[in-house]
């Protein structure tokens, strides 16, 4: 008995682990290929089908196309693992083609329902419907004589075990055709039509019961999608009758988060933050978590990443990387793929990502670092601190009696040469003294002598020979009978060297006069420079006061009836960034052109939003300038007719951008033409 117990565990846990393995997903397309949806054919062919391949299909999924009209086919299955069985499945897409006339949509989902059945069962399921929803069954069918309510009671049973099933459906509605009269499973006349105008219940011309006079010669169709995707709980998603507003129409449908990767990772160590934006397109409240980052079969995340993006909005998901430690250093192309929980498809779901790998780097030590790491750096921050402070410390305290000699020698130099400064008449006039000349020659050989004092104590003299000196000068200051009677005795003594000291130090102040002067024009011819510098305009100021900002608001007249699509061309840019810089413009409408979250991006060097705005009218396309700072060389701040024009454009740190705006044809619809147009 402990032994059954034993081998039924070990059966559980390797079912489990079966399911745990199974990767990818199973997508697969129910198309409806009757005739009513010819209009809609091409478009579906050439946008919708490929755009669902390379946004939505990932490698380790495997593709399934089912198609029906008066009967079904399962016309693709190709399991995904390269780039060229993505293009394997486009290709296949050409090979299609409406010839049915009827409709048999119970049929196809009575197919869908059993051929799923038959697939492995721990691999998710995704299915979506392209129908315009018209059930018309050929007599041969099945459910040719069901009644209404059979109709809708099979549909309530799909529609259960569909649920039960836990089955990611989506449903893409295609227009009604031309020239029917379409009624629900109740005898209600629908209320969608080619021009999507609502019937008002309340006019008696436009009864949702009563068809109209005209509609009595036209064939009546039953619309049960509406029934189908109420009991589904889905929204249908309804195709843009416009061949150009399908561009985005995939994203809506699916609802994919949008993620930006950053271009350049730069110099990384091999464990790094990687910055990730992404955008939530749904209605609905977001909850992502990241549960590996694959380079090619390595799985490099760190630990698990959480986030909640609001509908609408944007955010930051910061995942650590760890590179293994075989990782060779250097320049590379990392490639990095995107897991998610409940197997979350966003678009892109892969990058490759230049970076250059390096041993150590500190931003990315203080991103990911630990608190250890943390504690270890203040520490030695700490202990830097404490030695820079001893250092200053004993600089300053290593000889206080010659510094404190010093100043003090400072302060009096200062003091006296202030008082040489004056005139010599204002002099005053010492006991014992002839006349101001003689109190100006004492008081000039007294700061010659102090001058002299100075230069000694500052060629390393003896510390206390100094303080003396200053001691027995300071004495005569305060008593000016004191020193005259030292002054006398000395004149006496050397009468003819004081005279000749005299004399030499008004040559030396008259040449102290002199050059104080020069010094003093010099300075002021230095000030009338660079007064002439700073009052300069920069050439961007005298443009920014020639033109003024166009009226953002103004309104754009229609010239034309026709879409056109644009490119942004910008020098030196890449240009390889999918169709960020690529939109299609209606008549009247304007499109913003700058940094940041413009429509058009110039993303080479930093710029605001929405410096200048492209407008269309139907014919012609015209540059708005909103913020003329940005536009140095421009004299008007509408350049019309402005596709194909190099314009010029001035960031805040002078660094000038040339781009164009050009007309974008895709080259898909270029191979097209060349295609159809070769003659057999």
Known sequence: MPRM?????LLIACAGLSGLFASGADIVVLMDASGSILPWFEQINNRVLPDITRKFIREGDTFHLISFNSRVNLEIVQPIRSESDVSRVVSRFMLLYPIGQNSDFLSGLQYTWQYINTLEQTRKKIVIFISDGIFNPTAASQFFSYTPDQVQQELHSYAKQIRGAGWDVYYIKLPFPDNVTVVQLDGSKSTETRTAKPIDATNPEDSVDTPDASDTNKPVFVDISSDFTRELAIQRSQLPENPEDAINFVDTVLSLPRVTFPENLGKRSKEFALPLKIENPSSDALYLELAGIHNYQTNVLAKRAFVRIPPGKTRTLKPIIRLPDTTVLGTQQLQLRLLFTDDIRVDPQTATLPVQIISFSFTDFIRTGSTVAYVIVLILLAIILILILFVFIFHHTQHPASRALAVSMDKISTSEAEHNAKPLTSAPVYPGSSSA?????????????????????????????????????????????????????????????????????????????????????????????????????????????????????????????ANMMFELYVRYQNPHIGKRNIHIMKPGSRLSVGGKNSAFLIFLVPFPHRIADIRFDGSQCSLAILKPEYFPYET?????????????????????????????????????????????
Not at 5 to 9: D, L, M, S, V
Not at 640 to 655: F, L, P, Q
């Open 437 to 561: 000349s003689d109190n100006s020659n004492i008081l000039s050989g007294f700061a010659k002598t102090k001058q002299d004092t100075v230069l000694v104590t500052r060629d390393n003299q003896q510390k206390r020979q100094g303080i003396d000196i200053l001691e027995n000068y300071r004495s005569p200051v305060q008593d000016h009978s004191s020193f005259l009677s030292q002054f006398e005795k000395k004149s006496e003594v050397q009468p003819k060297t004081m005279v000749a000291d005299n004399a030499q130090h008004t040559r030396e102040q008259e040449a102290d006069i002199i050059r104080s002067e020069a010094a003093k024009r010099m300075r002021i011819q230095q000030a009338e420079r660079l007064s002439v510098l700073a009052s300069a305009v920069p050439a961007h100021d005298i443009h920014k006061s020639l033109i003024q900002a166009a009226d953002p608001n103004e309104h754009i007249p229609v010239r034309n009836n």
């Open 636 to 680: 008007n701040n509408i350049i019309e007719n402005c596709v194909g024009r190099e314009i010029t454009a001035v960031s805040d740190k002078d660094y000038e951008i040339v781009f164009t705006i050009k007309e974008y044809e895709d080259p898909v619809i270029k191979l097209n033409r060349l295609l159809n147009s070769i003659k057999y």
């Open 5 to 9: 117990k034993k081998i039924i565990a």
